[in-house]
């Protein structure tokens, strides 16, 4: 059945591969994905280690409802210590390669030591090697995945690999399946490169049986339709994730030349323009809503290139945050971004801070080897980003993400860079919407908005559907308020995401079929369902809050291990100090508010049963089950 | 199933946008690539796919205007 | 009425939901390699292709089965696979031209599209459209119409011109 998926521990300093049964009672506790990944880590590493030495410990996961017809059950989802911010590191991408390693008889990967030279993994059909992968390093993200195909002579294998950018150790590298499919945050990608992995290739014709397969295909079958019929879904079908443009630097909620400015005046790389260049759209395993777009590009030195994307993140990155307003340059860097394999967030950000470092004078001429570094130079900007992956120059340091080139250049660089934990920022400007900015000061794995944004705020819903929405499964009768400037029940807003996220996750769903972009897709009650058809373990909606409550909390006792603090929970000054200059008369003159901003992470504190100082009650623990931790049982 | 789930799937809203400025809804006639909002007169670039209709930006031409206008109103 | 399970490869976003709705509506569970219809991909272009049984008039397998297990169902238009005739040697699946005819390797049998007796799944799941079940005598006229919008137009502006 679905659940007899195994677990393997592959020791690439030893070459031990040891295989175990995935027990009952922990899918009972964690389900599977992002949830046992977490139990995973926090039982298997030890506290301090440097996250690119060998004492890492990387995991590579499916979600326990990966290939099964719950609604676009595809995703990957990869962890390890983050060589970023050196606390969780946790990234999960589509694609095809979860539901080949499902095929391939495993669940879970769990990677430990270093091997001596460049290897990959082959897993087909219940055995794993460990194969010389000296031939693969060097080669792009694409290349590598079709030599390992043309070696092992099957063109139906599905591989996860790093580029040059995993290679050469940068901070923030991917793990990457297919052309554009990313585990983007969190530097996974570098994980790999130390350990000499160059990638896991996978193959399988193992069963996943359905437990009531008729239930769960007419299930899902509704499900298809009503997620289908949804706006949100013939939009997303059409434009993917670069729709949400057309709200945000619209409305003056996004970053322009790095935080100087909350909207590009004049922007012009909508979506609309994908026109020109796409040849059609793409889906991941098992997904309707396809919101990736296949394209080419028409002219200059890339020209007859073919790539995947852009997503919206690479609009903010190669557009609105280095200042540049040309649809082809956001073309070009996605595509040099995913060859190389690293984070097209993080790669954006850092350059984007870079640029007003050069404008201010904190680097010159000679930091950069002469490279106009100005808001607005594509050409300067693309080079950057080669030099970042290839570690040449400035971009050796800005390699190193946030923090550490921080300290590299020194004066009062830190000052302009929108970071938490480390991790740069989302192109998106907070200042405005307390929910969002409380969001990335709190996720575990760094500035996110993939661990809880309560994306439908911006919806301005009625109160009576949010209470709808936010009012179970976990009773909860505070406020809630329906104007996204307000603080006013933000907490709960973001806490629910977080466990609806930390869910979804564990299962291998996109996000994009649950209450992200959209208030009307699944939640908790039709996880349930989803959970009971396809696999026969029975859930209560309030049950599976528990779950994630309990793998959210492993987050946060993996990162107070590693010395977290309330002061790690916060934004940067300029969120409080300096108010947006531009946009909509609703975003303009903003800033947050330091008091009520505090009330907030209290708030949230309290909610999640944290004390004042962020760290869970013993009461919590004992009640979730986390008293016992680290238990090894696996 | 929540209020705004049983709208949309009656597919009500495909041919409708909602102003950025005011959050008014309302419905451009059908292939219009321009259309003014009813209620605060704001103006917006609308583009299609079929009948489903979507922001595509503000008139940056007469951006710095209008802005100026609603403020005066507000 | 006689329909055709036709394709339409421009609509196929390569999801690969078609292969996996037939594998637990035949099998009960999820397993491409025991699907009756494949999505073909060439990644590093984007392309992307559902194969399956064709269903022919003048079928190989047909020809080639030496047990007669094989045979034109024309009620539902479709070639018939009688497993109680069946004896496992796989000619059929030599003989196939498309790669229509599989082997299971987990029921140890020979396996084809059997268009779910009249009501195909993929076509069910193929949420875009690529997979469409259609009345036999229309075919060429859908398709005459889709293609035929565009030559419609050049041509009404040379007449108004
Ligand atoms: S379900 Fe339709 S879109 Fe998806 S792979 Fe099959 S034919 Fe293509
Ligand atoms: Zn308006």
Redesign the interface.
């Known amino acids: 059945m679905a659940l007899n998926r195994k677990i393997a521990y592959v020791n690439l300093t030893t070459g031990e591969i040891k295989t175990a049964p995935i027990p009952v009672e922990m899918r009972q506790l964690y389900l599977g994905g992002r949830g046992l990944d977490m139990y995973l880590l926090y039982n298997h590493l030890k506290p301090g280690v440097d996250a690119l030495s060998p004492d890492n410990v990387l995991t590579v996961s499916a979600g326990l409802l990966v290939?099964?017809?719950a609604s676009a059950s595809a995703r990957t989802h990869v962890g390890a210590k983050s060589p970023l911010t050196g606390f969780v590191g946790s990234s999960n991408m589509g694609g095809?390669f979860a539901p080949e390693l499902r095929?391939a008889g495993f669940d879970h990967l769990v990677v430990k030591g270093k091997a001596p030279s460049p290897v990959y993994l082959w897993v087909h059909d219940g055995e794993i090697e460990i194969r010389d992968g000296s031939k693969l390093w060097g080669e792009d993200v694409?290349t590598t995945?079709?030599l390992i195909r043309e070696e092992l002579g099957d063109p139906e294998i599905k591989a996860l690999c790093i580029g040059i950018g995993g290679e050469n150790l940068v901070r923030y590298a991917n793990v990457m399946t297919?052309?554009k499919n990313a585990a983007g945050r969190s530097g996974t990608g570098a994980v790999m490169g130390s350990k000499n992995l160059k990638a896991i290739a996978a193959r399988g014709?193992?069963?996943?049986?359905?437990r009531f397969?008729k239930e769960?295909?007419e299930y899902n079958?509704k499900l298809?339709e009503h997620i289908?019929s949804t706006k949100f879904a013939q939009i997303m079908?059409k434009w993917g994730t670069m729709f949400i443009y057309g709200v945000t630097n619209t409305t003056g909620l996004v970053r322009n030349r790095n935080f100087q400015s909350n909207q590009q005046v004049g922007g012009n790389i909508e979506c609309e323009h994908i026109e020109e260049h796409a040849?059609?759209?793409?889906?991941?395993?098992?997904?309707?809503i396809?919101c990736r777009h296949?394209y080419m590009i028409r002219k200059g030195p890339y020209a007859g290139t073919?790539a995947?994307g852009p997503e919206y993140t690479s609009q903010g990155a190669f557009g609105m945050e280095v200042g540049c307003n040309n649809f082809e340059t956001v073309l070009i860097g996605n595509h040099l971004v995913n060859k190389y394999g690293i984070d097209t967030l993080e790669t954006g950000s850092i350059i984007a801070w870079a640029m007003e470092l050069y404008e201010k004078g904190i680097l010159t001429d000679k930091d950069t080897d002469g490279l106009k570094l100005e808001f607005g130079n594509d050409e300067a900007m693309l080079e950057m980003i080669k030099r970042i992956a290839e570690r040449k120059g400035l971009g050796d340091i800005l390699a190193e993400g946030p923090l550490r080139a921080a300290k590299k250049i020194g004066k009062d660089a830190l000052k302009y860079c929108i970071q938490v934990k480390g991790m740069s920022n989302l192109h998106s400007d907070e200042r405005p919407t307390p929910s969002l900015a409380l969001g990335i000061a709190t996720g575990s794995r760094g500035s996110d908005h993939l661990r809880s944004r309560p994306a439908i705020d911006l919806y301005h819903l009625p109160e009576k559907v949010l209470r709808s929405i936010y009012g179970g499964p976990k009773p909860y009768d505070g406020p809630l308020s329906s104007d996204y400037t307000s603080y006013e029940g933000k907490p709960r807003m973001v806490q629910w995401h977080e466990m609806l996220y930390e869910a979804i996750d564990c299962t291998g769903v996109c996000k994009f079929h649950s209450v992200f972009l959209s208030p009307n897709l699944i939640a908790f009650d039709e996880l349930s369902k989803l959970i009971y058809h396809n696999t026969g373990l029975e859930f209560t909606p309030e049950e599976i809050w528990d779950i994630a409550d309990r793998a959210y909390t492993v987050e946060r006792l993996f990162n107070l291990r590693e010395g977290l603090t309330r002061a790690d929970d916060w934004l940067v000054d300029r969120y409080f100090d300096e108010p947006t200059p531009v946009g909509l008369p609703i975003v303009r003159g903003k800033t947050l508010d330091r008091a009520k901003f505090k009330q907030m992470v209290d708030e949230y504190y309290s909610l999640h049963g944290w004390d004042e100082t962020g760290v869970p009650k013993p009461e919590t623990l004992k009640k979730i089950g986390l008293d016992q931790e680290p238990s090894h049982m696996l | 199933m929540t209020e705004t789930q049983a709208s949309s799937k009656k597919g009500e809203r495909i041919g409708e946008v909602r102003c950025q400025n005011c959050f008014e809804r309302f419905s451009p006639a059908l292939g219009a690539d321009k259309a003014l909002c009813p209620a605060c007169g704001f103006e917006w670039l609308i583009s299609w796919s079929g009948t489903l209709a979507k922001i595509r930006k503000p008139v940056w031409e007469s951006w710095e205007r209008q802005l100026a206008q609603v403020s005066k109103k507000g | 009425m006689e329909k055709i399970l036709v394709v339409n490869h421009?609509k196929c976003?390569?999801?690969?939901?078609c292969e996996?709705?037939c594998a637990?509506?035949h099998?009960?569970?999820?397993?491409?390699?025991?699907s009756r219809i494949h999505v073909v991909k060439w990644?590093?272009?984007?392309f992307?292709l559902p194969m399956l049984c064709q269903q022919c008039e003048k079928a190989p397998c047909i020809a080639v089965c030496p047990k007669n297990a094989l045979s034109r169902d024309s009620a539902l238009n479709r070639v018939n696979l009688n497993y109680d005739l069946c004896i496992g040697c796989k000619m059929c699946v030599i003989a196939c031209p498309f790669g229509g005819m599989g082997v299971d390797?987990?029921a140890r049998q020979v396996i084809k599209c059997d268009q779910c007796d009249g009501d195909p799944?993929c076509v069910?799941?193929c949420?875009?459209g690529a997979l469409q079940f259609v009345p036999a005598s229309s075919v060429n006229l859908i398709k005459k119409r889709t293609v035929g919008v565009k030559l419609a137009e050049v041509m009404r502006k040379a007449v108004a011109a």
């Open positions: 290939g099964t017809p095809f095929f694409p995945q079709d297919g052309i014709t193992q069963d996943i049986a359905i397969p769960a295909l079958a298809l289908g079908q040849l059609g759209t793409e889906g991941c395993y098992g997904c309707i396809h296949k073919y995947e | 421009e976003t390569g999801c690969r939901l996996m709705a637990v509506k099998v009960g569970a999820n397993n491409p390699a025991r990644p590093r272009e984007g992307e390797i987990v799944t069910r799941f949420n875009p």
